[in-house]
């Protein structure tokens, strides 16, 4: 990580070594070289390069240009991006946790209690359409935000803590690295699809749902090897030994999300 911000000119003076997960926030006007890498004259990283091993945070992402979001494909499947020019070719890592946010609509008033919302039916397919299917095929979380009413503003208590689900997070982890004990893994998300479809399947009855889901087109085998992900990963924190139907049934959940109201 420290290699890369070197490179690109972010490293901070005063601590010339990363130690903490990095965090980029992209603009809606981001150009394709600035989330990939570029340059003319030297070829330098990309905020998904500068993410390496942390986030990136993109908002109003509808807003983006499609380009730039076809772009993100390849690194979300690979982990790393590889940068062509005539000089020759520059290979950058780039495994990184996408976190996405976008308005139901343009005017961002849709499906809002009294929100009245101007857009066209023409106009929303429009803006929801930006974000293509194999883009979101790669999106393991789809969860819709309603605005947060006046009861909850002002007097709600206080949710849980993020300290609090920092240690549940790292007891899942825990449990995830020591049932790989024996494997070149560690996490979850490092199964490759073959494993997760044969050693460490799911009960033959907690799958029947996706597996009619992808005989009939409507789950692919990317979707569904990332919702075994997933299902694997609530599996751990709730300390089970394996994904249940419960847990299969919450992944299928969150991957499905609510059309036009997509936030990943």
Request: glycine letters at 10%; one cysteine or more.
């Amino acid at each position: 990580m420290s290699a890369l911000h070197s490179i690109a000119g972010t490293l901070p003076r005063d601590r010339p070594l990363i130690t903490d997960p990095p965090y980029q926030s992209v603009h809606h006007t981001c150009t394709v070289a600035g989330m990939v890498g570029g340059g003319s004259t030297r070829v330098v990283p990309g905020a998904i390069s500068r993410a390496h091993r942390g986030v990136l945070f993109a908002d109003e992402i509808a807003e983006m240009q499609r380009a730039v979001l076809e772009a993100l494909r390849e690194p979300l499947e690979a982990g790393e991006i590889v940068i062509a020019r005539a000089s020759g070719t520059v290979v950058f890592p780039a495994r990184f946790l996408l976190v996405a946010a976008m308005n139901p609509c343009p005017c961002g008033r849709a499906g809002t209690a009294g929100g009245q919302c101007t857009c066209t039916p023409d106009a929303r397919r429009r803006y929801t359409q930006k974000l293509s299917g194999p883009f979101l095929d790669r999106m393991d979380l789809r969860l819709a935000i309603h605005p947060v009413g006046r009861a909850e503003l002002f007097g709600a208590e206080p949710g849980e803590s993020s300290a609090s689900v920092r240690d549940r997070v790292l007891e899942a982890r825990d449990r995830a690295a020591h049932r790989f004990a024996d494997q070149p893994w560690s996490t979850n998300a490092q199964i490759p699809g073959s494993a997760l479809r044969s050693d460490f399947a799911p009960a033959a009855d907690s799958i029947t749902d996706i597996e009619h889901r992808y005989q009939n087109g409507t789950l692919t085998a990317r979707g569904y090897d990332r919702l075994l992900r997933v299902a694997w990963t609530l599996a751990d924190l709730t300390a089970r030994p394996r994904p249940g139907p419960e847990e299969v049934g919450i992944a299928l959940a969150f991957r499905q999300g609510l059309p036009g109201q997509l936030a990943a």
